[in-house]
């Protein structure tokens, strides 16, 4: 199994980093977890390109979190050939089915005109999608793959799953943004690997100071994400063999990818990786 961070970004946008996404190849499945923005272009800056995407995992529905699905689900269509076609399929908690439909609202057209022009995309029909909303418990499977959902805190967003994907004997635990909670342990228990959405509240209170005028919506993200000690403490008590942290807030500098690592490690002695888009962890 495989595990890559295609965008290791926030809402803040930066020139270097993508939007929240994370990607799980194992066997012939590769699951995009969450679709923030330029998942596409990182996804085939991954060597993936959109048609071999068979399934997508939504932790919730943040803008940051979806705002490029549509791209996903565009791109995947008008490049599969038509002898691949086949539904994609999208699975997120209560909420989901309504955050597709609106996007297949606004892709209405497109899709009229892609129709219109291309004979063969015709014989393969429009957009399908196969939506699949999830509540904490459940455990779905895909093929040889399971998807086994936890809730997560990430209040007053609700409801927030995390997800553990299980394949050949491997364990990958995908929280999202969530604060430390007993659901969040179990997602987490002996995982191979368990990937984090992190935030400095150190960093994000010196930012707020620089910007005064945005200073309240600042620190309000301090109290529904993880900071990266939490993370560490959370892969401690959870007996994970891997850390990997993403959705750095705010951007991670060049360079400093072992300080931000220290300070994880002083919770956790555990292998810690973070890094640029594109940062992968082999278990
Ligand atoms: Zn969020
Ligand atoms: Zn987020």
Request: proline letters at 6%; a negative charge; aromatic letters at 4%.
């Amino acid at each position: 199994m495989k595990v890559t961070l295609l965008g290791t970004g926030s809402p803040l946008p930066d020139p270097n980093r993508a939007g929240p996404s994370t990607l799980v190849s194992s066997g012939s499945h590769n699951v995009v977890v969450d679709c923030g923005r330029a998942c596409v272009m990182r996804l085939v800056g991954a060597g993936v390109m959109p048609p071999f995407v068979n399934l997508v995992l939504l932790t919730h529905l943040h803008s940051d979190h979806i705002c490029d699905l549509n791209d996903l689900v565009t791109t995947r269509w008008i490049t599969t050939p038509a002898a691949m076609a086949s539904p994609l399929k999208i699975v997120g908690p209560v909420g989901t089915r309504r955050v597709v439909e609106g996007m297949l609202e606004m892709l209405a057209l497109d899709e009229q005109y892609r129709l219109a022009h291309h004979e063969d995309l015709r014989t393969v029909g429009g957009m399908k999608i196969d939506v699949v909303e999830l509540v904490a418990g459940d455990a779905h499977e895909h093929g040889d793959l399971v998807v086994r959902a936890f809730r997560t805190d990430h209040r007053p967003v609700e409801p927030t799953l995390g997800y553990r994907i299980e394949h050949d004997g491997k364990a990958a635990a995908l929280a999202g943004d969530t604060i430390p909670c007993d659901e969040l342990y179990d997602l987490c228990r002996d995982a191979d690997v368990y990937v984090q959405t992190v935030l400095r509240d150190d960093l994000v209170k010196q930012l707020a100071q620089l910007l005064p005028g945005n200073a309240g919506r600042l620190t309000d993200i301090l109290d529904y994400h993880s900071t990266v000690e939490q993370a560490g403490q959370t892969a401690s008590r959870s007996g994970v063999k891997h850390l990997l942290l993403t959705h750095y807030v705010p951007a991670m500098q060049s360079g400093a990818e072992d300080e931000w690592r220290r300070v994880a490690a002083a919770h956790y002695s555990g292998p810690i990786t973070l890094g640029p888009d594109l940062t992968y962890v082999e278990i």
